[in-house]
């Protein structure tokens, strides 16, 4: 099993930045990538990023392209995701999620473990 809490949302006007972490404990020796994902109310939940554990292969949305970077610590266990140029759209819950294998990173169902989510809510 694997174990992750998010943390770092909060309230920020448009342009603004936030920065999520991820810390993951456990079974974390087997997990291959980390994803990021969102869910607004009443939309599905999509995809924002993604980063391989062990070589830092990066992947993102087309909607975060550009203002979203994802990095991480190995020696922490955790993985961040910062966030500039905030919109009123990024508004939603952002949950970090892993999985034990390559490929899909866009699929949130070919991931094993989910964290329990952080608001993140940008005011126009």
């Known amino acids: 099993q694997v174990q992750l809490v998010e943390s770092g949302g909060g309230l920020v006007q448009a342009g603004g930045s936030l920065r999520l972490s991820c810390a993951a404990s456990?079974?974390?020796?087997?997990?291959?990538?980390m994803g990021w994902f969102r869910q607004a109310p009443g939309k599905e939940r999509e995809f924002v990023a993604a980063i391989s554990w062990s070589f830092g292969y990066t992947y993102y949305a087309d909607s975060v392209k550009g203002r979203f970077t994802t990095s991480r610590d190995n020696a922490k266990n955790t993985v961040y995701l910062q966030m500039n140029s905030l919109k009123p759209e990024d508004t939603a819950v952002y949950y970090c999620?892993?999985?034990?294998?390559?490929?899909?990173?866009?699929?949130?169902?070919?991931?094993?473990?989910w964290g329990q989510g952080t608001q993140v809510t940008v005011s126009s």
């Open positions: 456990g079974r974390t020796f087997g997990v291959y990538t």
């Open positions: 999620a892993a999985k034990p294998r390559t490929g899909n990173e866009g699929l949130s169902r070919v991931y094993d473990y």
